[in-house]
């Protein structure tokens, strides 16, 4: 739906008064509405190593979900500021991976005698705490774009690896782009004594994948995919690696935000594609591809947009624009100094990885 006109001349005029103190940084998942105001867009990779591309901009403006914006806070110097225009923008995959929990896992693999041998690897959607968890345990953060990096990287440091918090993510790259089988992965379930693993599954399994999924992602099934197929003859089926794994091993394609994008751009015109993804971007992705003459469509109607993202909106935006223009600074994120250090120590092996 078209954007408010008055709120969009108010973001405008806001922008400009802020003129090279505000750096907007949009997710690909972010709203139309939202989306045309970010100076720079992309995938969790390309935000993180993004935020600290303006280092005259008091004011990173993060539209997106609060452990991007944290992420950002501690990839960028201290005197820069990052605004989350909605503080209830998280991630409820984020959210299935406490300090609590993964210390007491910890506990657990020191007790099955192979804590010397795990090294964790977090997904970029995990709290600042898990990250500098991971930081302090000599491991690395990665995103749906660089875990095959990651997992490489780890591989090198230690036998196993703890992946946290998506076990789809971690599952889809140990077995389709590492040649993992299923049976080198284990599940631990923060919500079972001992993660409901003995500790000889422990020390038989090379991945030890956290039990998180994303409630977006997780809703596309087999059948979608078998259903699109049927519908749409000659369609190249195009999903995200949070997606389960029966869906990313029946899928043609498999790739982050960015990927996805990209993907589309190169395709001919004519093809046809199905995408397994949040449905802001497919929307997007399917109005600006169809004048090309490149069909587009949501691999499963049911699934819906990540309701987080879709937290931060026009309004929202407009009033964190005005806010800081009259230079009251709103819904600051700031991590922890002790917290920042480990984390970032993490993010930046990530950003190392060749
Ligand atoms: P990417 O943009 O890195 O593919 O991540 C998707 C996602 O779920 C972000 O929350
Ligand atoms: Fe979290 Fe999933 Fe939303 Fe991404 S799409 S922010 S993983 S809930």
């Not at 998506?166 to 790259?173: A, C, F, I, V």
Request: aromatic letters at 6%; glycine letters at 6%.
């Amino acid at each position: 739906s078209p954007s408010d006109p008055d709120l969009v001349e108010r973001a405008r005029a806001a922008k400009e008064k802020l003129g090279s103190k505000v750096f907007v940084l949009g997710h690909h998942y972010q709203r139309d509405e939202v989306i045309q105001f970010a100076d720079v867009t992309g995938d969790s990779f390309k935000l993180a190593r993004d935020a600290a591309a303006r280092p005259e901009a008091e004011y990173i403006v993060f539209c997106g979900v609060h452990f991007m914006a944290e992420s950002a806070d501690i990839l960028t110097s201290d005197d820069q500021k990052v605004v989350l225009p909605d503080l209830a923008a998280g991630c409820s995959m984020a959210d299935m991976a406490t300090a609590e929990q993964v210390a007491e896992c910890w506990d657990v693999l020191t007790e099955a005698g192979i804590a010397g041998q795990v090294v964790p690897v977090s997904y970029m959607n995990s709290s600042a705490d898990i990250k500098a968890f991971t930081g302090k345990h000599g491991g690395t953060i990665c995103t749906s774009s660089n875990a095959k990096r990651a997992l490489d990287w780890a591989f090198e440091q230690g036998e196993k690896v703890l992946f946290l918090p998506d076990q789809h993510l971690g599952r889809n790259t140990a077995v389709r782009d590492m040649g993992m089988s299923l049976e080198d992965c284990v599940v631990y379930n923060p919500h079972k004594p001992n993660g409901g693993l003995t500790a000889d599954e422990l020390r038989a399994a090379k991945m030890i994948l956290w039990r998180g999924h994303c409630s977006v992602h997780g809703r596309f099934s087999l059948d979608s995919v078998n259903d699109v197929r049927e519908r749409i003859p000659g369609v190249n089926v195009l999903v995200h690696p949070e997606c389960k794994h029966e869906v990313v091993a029946a899928a043609d394609y498999v790739g982050s935000t960015e990927y996805i994008i990209k993907a589309l751009e190169a395709a001919p015109a004519g093809s046809k594609w199905a995408i397994g993804t949040e449905l802001n971007l497919v929307r997007r992705l399917a109005n600006r591809f169809a004048p090309e003459g490149k069909e587009i469509v949501f691999l499963d109607k049911t699934v819906c947009f990540c309701s987080t993202m879709n937290r931060i909106d026009l309004p929202h935006l407009v009033w964190a624009l005005e806010s800081l223009a009259e230079g009251n600074l709103v819904n600051r994120i700031e991590v922890d100094k002790e917290t920042e250090a480990f984390a970032k120590l993490a993010l930046e092996r990530m950003l190392a990885l060749p």
